[in-house]
């Protein structure tokens, strides 16, 4: 049974940056897509960026939302298979959101975040960005 964790969130101010890790225990990750969601207050749960598996032939490729593109980047640990990260910069006050990791072995992105494609979730890590 695959398990997530989400750590790495806090309080940062405007402008600055986090890095978001989704820890798995029981199994690596290089064969499941892994997607990054969050849900602000008051707000529907909604993709934030996505990377396909290495293994399918989908070359580990990614997918970012547009409100998230040029500042976000997730990427896998090389050295690590059973982490994936969102490294986050140039943080807005609107990405202030609980931050959820999502993975899925059956699940290849084709062109956006979708939360009914993936099947293990994490419980989420606060992020806010105030000044």
């Known amino acids: 049974q695959l398990q997530l964790v989400e750590s790495g969130g806090g309080l940062v101010q405007p402008g600055g940056s986090l890095r978001l890790s989704c820890t798995a225990s029981?199994?690596?990750?290089?064969?499941?897509?892994i997607g990054w969601f969050r849900q602000a207050p008051g707000k529907e749960r909604e993709g934030v960026s996505c990377?396909?598996?290495?293994?399918?032939?989908?070359?580990?490729?990614?997918?970012y939302a547009d409100s998230v593109k040029g500042r976000f980047t997730i990427s896998r640990d090389n050295n690590n298979k059973n982490t994936v990260y969102l490294q986050m910069n140039s943080l807005k006050p609107e990405d202030t959101a609980v931050y959820y990791c999502?993975?899925?072995?059956?699940?290849?992105?084709?062109?956006?975040?979708?939360?009914?494609?993936?099947?293990?979730w994490g419980q989420g890590t606060q992020v806010t960005v105030s000044s």
């Open positions: 029981g199994s690596t990750l290089d064969y499941y897509a």
């Open positions: 990377i396909n598996n290495n293994i399918s032939g989908t070359d580990g490729s990614t997918y």
């Open positions: 999502a993975a899925d072995s059956f699940t290849t992105i084709q062109s956006m975040c979708v939360m009914t494609d993936f099947w293990y």
